[in-house]
């Protein structure tokens, strides 16, 4: 079983701030690696697979990167909605990154 | 408009059975995959189970594996978790999921709202 995990757990910004969210997976899972976002009370929402394709809908400031085992997610601005917890996923998911208003 | 509706969930003894259904509707169902992931009371999200178009290939996560039964119903628009030997880990929020494709790649594209199954004496 591939083992993912994020760092940092937690990640303090303001908006407007560049947030970059790191996964790591204990072997090469190529480029299968997708992002989700959820907000308290909400179902997780799709924002990247094949770790750099944006899903319908999303924005433009969120884009990923990255194969092999190290994977990033960057949001170029931070909006006050996305304010979130963020997990990397490949099947399983990892334990996810907190982005929470400095 | 997709819509994925969780329904099954409840109270239940430890060692119990419970069977969750999702229907689903907005899309064409038997050209995707499915998949029911659950979290924890504030935990993380795990994927438990998935289940390709034609019901030809499903898959588990180890904690369920043995335990947990995934099918569909193509006819009726619908998903099924049937879960047996059910234990105190197992209380959780039980989404049901879209993958992106008809085998599981467990993109999930679509989420329901999710079922609330706790296991407890």
């Known amino acids: 079983e591939i083992v993912l995990t994020q760092s940092p757990a937690t990640l303090s910004l303001s908006p407007g701030e560049r947030a970059t969210l790191s996964c790591r997976a204990s072997?090469?899972?190529?480029?299968?690696l997708a992002w989700y976002q959820q907000k308290p009370g909400q179902a997780p929402r799709l924002l990247i697979y094949?770790?750099?394709n944006r899903a319908t809908g999303i924005p433009a400031r969120f884009s990923g990167s990255g194969s092999g085992t190290d994977f990033t997610l960057t949001i170029s601005s931070l909006e006050p909605e996305d304010f979130a917890v963020y997990y990397c996923q490949q099947r399983f998911f990892g334990p996810g990154t907190k982005v929470d208003i400095k | 408009e997709v819509q994925l509706v969780e329904s099954g969930g409840g109270l239940v003894q430890p060692g119990r059975s419970l069977r969750l259904s999702c229907a689903a509707s907005?899309?064409?169902?038997?050209?995707?995959?499915m998949h029911w992931v659950r979290q924890a009371p504030g935990k993380g999200l795990e994927w438990v189970s998935g289940i390709s178009w034609n019901s030809g290939s499903t898959g588990y996560a180890d904690s369920v594996k043995g335990r947990f039964t995934i099918s569909r119903d193509n006819a009726k628009n619908s998903l099924y978790l049937q879960m047996n030997s059910l234990r105190a880990e197992d209380t959780a929020l039980y989404y049901c999921a879209k993958d992106l494709y008809s085998v599981p790649a467990a993109i999930l594209v679509y989420w329901g709202q999710g079922t609330l199954v706790t296991v407890s004496s």
């Open positions: 072997q090469s899972v190529s480029s299968y």
């Open positions: 907005g899309f064409t169902f038997d050209d995707y995959a």
């Open positions: 094949d770790a750099s």
